[in-house]
Nanobody, 124 residues
Framework: QVQLVESGGGLVQAGASLRLSCAAS????????MGWFRQAPGKDREFVAA????????YYADSVKGRFTISRDNTKNTVYLQMNSLKPEDTAVYYC?????????????????WGQGTQVTVSL
């Protein structure tokens, strides 16, 4: 089993920045991709960004490309999401997730482990 602990969410104004952190523990040997999803009230869980833990290749949703950056620190089993130029439409609960495959899938149901979520609220 893999446990994911997220931190860094909060309330900020439009245009501000936040950095989310996700620390993985437990059995992480089969972790190939880590990523971030978000879920706004009344909406499905939406893919945000992913990073391969070997090679650090990344992939972003069009809605965040150019504003968000995903990175990793394998020595700490930690993944980060740097969020810049935040917009009100970025408001959501952000979830860290693990996929035990090297093939990226952006549907939430294809991911194997999830964090508890951290609230990000962006005001005007």
């Amino acid at each position: 089993q893999v446990q994911l602990v997220e931190s860094g969410g909060g309330l900020v104004q439009a245009g501000a920045s936040l950095r989310l952190s996700c620390a993985a523990s437990g059995r992480t040997l089969s972790t190939y991709i880590m990523g971030w999803f978000r879920q706004a009230p009344g909406k499905d869980r939406e893919f945000v960004a992913a990073i391969w833990l070997s090679g650090s290749s990344t992939y972003y949703a069009d809605s965040v490309k150019g504003r968000f950056t995903i990175s990793r620190d394998n020595t700490k089993n930690t993944v980060y999401l740097q969020m810049n130029s935040l917009k009100p439409e970025d408001t959501a609960v952000y979830y860290c997730a693990v996929r035990t495959s090297r093939i990226l899938m952006t549907r939430a149901g294809e991911w194997d482990y999830w964090g508890q979520g951290t609230q990000v609220t962006v005001s005007l």
